[in-house]
Nanobody, 115 residues
Framework: QVQLVESGGGLVQPGGSLRLSCAAS????????MGWYRQGPGKQRELVAT???????NYADSVKGRFTISRDNAKNTVYLQLNSLKPEDTAVYYC?????????WGQGTQVTVSS
């Protein structure tokens, strides 16, 4: 089992920045993927960004150049730096940990972009 604890959401004005963190605990395998998905109001959950334990990344086109995903493998923690935020980035952001074919999800953290 893997447990995920997220932090860092909040209310920010358009153009602002936030940093999300997600710490994994439990039985963590060396080979894994960590990342972030989001679900906006009335929308389906969608990929934001993922990063493997070896550093390969994958970003949604809508966030490329604005968001940056990073990891601290020693701490089993993944970060998402959100810059140049737009109202359409408003969503609940969910942390993902994937290993051995299983997906584990965090409880979600709300990001609201509004003036």
């Amino acid at each position: 089992q893997v447990q995920l604890v997220e932090s860092g959401g909040g209310l920010v004005q358009p153009g602002g920045s936030l940093r999300l963190s997600c710490a994994a605990s439990g039985t963590i395998f060396a080979i894994n993927v960590m990342g972030w998905y989001r679900q906006g109001p009335g929308k389906q959950r969608e990929l934001v960004a993922t990063r493997t334990n070896t550093g390969s990344t994958n970003y949604a086109d809508s966030v490329k150049g604005r968001f940056t995903i990073s990891r601290d493998n020693a701490k089993n923690t993944v970060y998402l730096q959100l810059n140049s935020l737009k109202p359409e980035d408003t969503a609940v952001y969910y942390c993902l940990h994937r290993q051995s074919g299983y997906d584990y999800w965090g409880q979600g953290t709300q990001v609201t972009v509004s003036s």
